[in-house]
């Protein structure tokens, strides 16, 4: 089980980084040509019955995952849940999806538009989690979404592919902590995410993230094709609870300056 979690990994691996090329050069960077631990992968979706967050994991579960924390973004909107592997070496996987009826009905009606052009059993695909925009989408539409969600403008752009891959800092060899390794990525040319802070968290909520803007790479919309952010790296050092073992779960406060790497400057 735990090779075919592997593959799967791989080849959302493969498409993340195709439009993420900071992901690979830093992988390479800290790593020093090992393999690196991924602490979580994440994904972004509508909470629209044909793509909703639950059909997303039934592919997780499927290899062994099982559900351990859900979590609220008023401010944003979204519903978000968390899954971990038996194998604690397997990334863990954090996927949320946007309440689409908490926003206007104009904004409604531009995704479920977009929604509407896949068929029903789409999430049975077995590329699914990799398989991208599905759906076409002009420009104007993009603009429209990005008023009112920057997070529904980037689903809506990019698809289904790995929203950010995040660094087992605990698992890097040569950095200690995560000032270290974003003072390697500063000096190295990588513009930080520093909305509420270069390092969002502390040992005190156990769990401490950063991460790099985005990248940018071309989209082509259905009139035109535009340069728009893509997908981000992120690094993520746990601490220890009481018994000893490192805390999994999930920090709102920090997650919600997290989602904010892919914001269009």
């Given amino acids: 089980m735990t090779k ?27 790593g020093n040509g090992k393999d690196i631990i991924n602490d ?31 979590y609220d973004f008023a401010k944003k909107k979204l519903t978000a849940k968390h899954f971990e592997h038996c194998d604690t070496a397997m990334p863990k996987v954090f996927i949320s999806e946007l309440r689409v009826e908490a926003f206007p009905s104009r904004i409604q ?22 398989s991208g925009r599905l759906w076409q989408i002009s420009s104007v539409d993009y603009q429209k979404l990005l008023l009112a969600s920057e997070y529904a403008a980037w689903l809506a752009a990019w698809g289904y592919r790995a929203n950010h891959f995040t660094v087992s800092v605990n698992h890097l060899d040569k950095f200690d902590s995560i ?17 509420g ?4 968290g502390d040992e005190s909520v156990k769990l401490e993230q950063s ?12 009139d035109v094709s535009i340069e728009i952010p893509s ?13 000893g073992k490192l805390y999994t779960g999930f920090v709102t406060a920090s997650a919600d300056k997290i989602f904010e790497s892919t914001n269009v400057s």
């Fill in 4 to 30: 075919i979690v592997k593959t799967l990994f791989d080849k959302i691996w493969q498409q993340y980084a195709s439009v993420t090329p900071s992901a690979t050069k830093i992988h390479h960077l800290l």
């Fill in 40 to 70: 979580h992968v994440a994904y972004r979706t509508f909470n629209i019955e044909k793509v909703k967050l639950a059909r997303l994991a039934k592919h997780f579960i499927s290899l062994g995952y099982t559900e351990c924390g859900q």
């Fill in 109 to 130: 009606s531009i995704i479920h538009t977009l929604v509407d052009q896949l068929p029903n059993n789409v999430c049975e695909r077995k590329n699914f989690l990799y």
């Fill in 179 to 195: 000032i270290d390794v974003n003072n390697t990525l500063k000096s190295a040319g990588y513009p930080l995410n520093n909305t």
């Fill in 197 to 200: 802070g270069e390092i969002k």
């Fill in 211 to 222: 991460s790099i803007l985005a990248d940018k790479a071309l989209v082509q919309f259905s």
């Fill in 231 to 243: 997908c981000f790296y992120e690094f993520a050092k746990r601490y220890p609870l009481a018994n």
